[in-house]
């Protein structure tokens, strides 16, 4: 493989690291908004006028809500949608469009973000049936389409329950008094 070829990887394969990308800054967030969640728990919980206000039992319910998402979310991330695509097209996909450098490196990155250990040596020439085989693509569910649902209830409820959130902050700034 030339030195211009490594330097100017082909548009699948750019796509698959776009992917790699959205699926950290992804998990970054939801983590980042599930310790949001856990941080407002702490300060109602330990203080004085709040430990048995129903307010506390949302906000951990959304704490714990956002942090099992993170296994919805680990599924429809944990195969790229360019070997998913294998499992529906077989040697048609545009994986092997790739050359056998940038098949190995993204069958090398999916297998280890799934900890398949040994790595097989003939990563680069694996047909459409062993890769199916390897990732049980056959056996899998449709992740993309149950994440997608699940992203949908998701926003509606914590939306709902962010909402109520405010709207008792703003008419009682969460005052037990009035």
Not at 23 to 29: A, E, I, P, R
């Amino acid at each position: 493989m030339s030195s211009m070829e490594i330097q100017n990887p082909p548009e699948e394969y750019q796509l698959f690291l776009k992917e790699v990308n959205f699926s950290l800054k992804f998990t970054q967030f939801r983590k980042s908004l599930s310790l949001c969640f856990l941080a407002l728990y702490l300060y109602l919980l330990f203080s004085s006028k709040y430990t048995a206000s129903p307010l506390i039992v949302l906000i951990n319910y959304l704490a714990i809500y956002t942090s099992f998402s993170g296994l919805i979310a680990y599924k429809f991330f944990e195969i790229p949608k360019l070997l998913l695509d294998v499992g529906k097209t077989g040697d048609a996909s545009s994986f092997f469009h790739l050359s056998s450098v940038w098949r190995q490196k993204v069958l090398e990155n999916t297998l280890k973000r799934k900890n398949i250990f040994p790595l097989p040596e003939n990563l680069s020439e694996m047909k459409s049936e062993e890769i199916i085989s390897l990732l049980a693509l056959k056996d899998r569910l449709n992740w993309i389409r149950i994440g997608w649902i699940y992203l949908g209830k998701y926003v509606l409820t914590v939306g709902i329950a962010c909402s109520y959130l405010f709207y008792i902050y703003w008419k009682t700034g969460f005052s037990r008094d009035g």
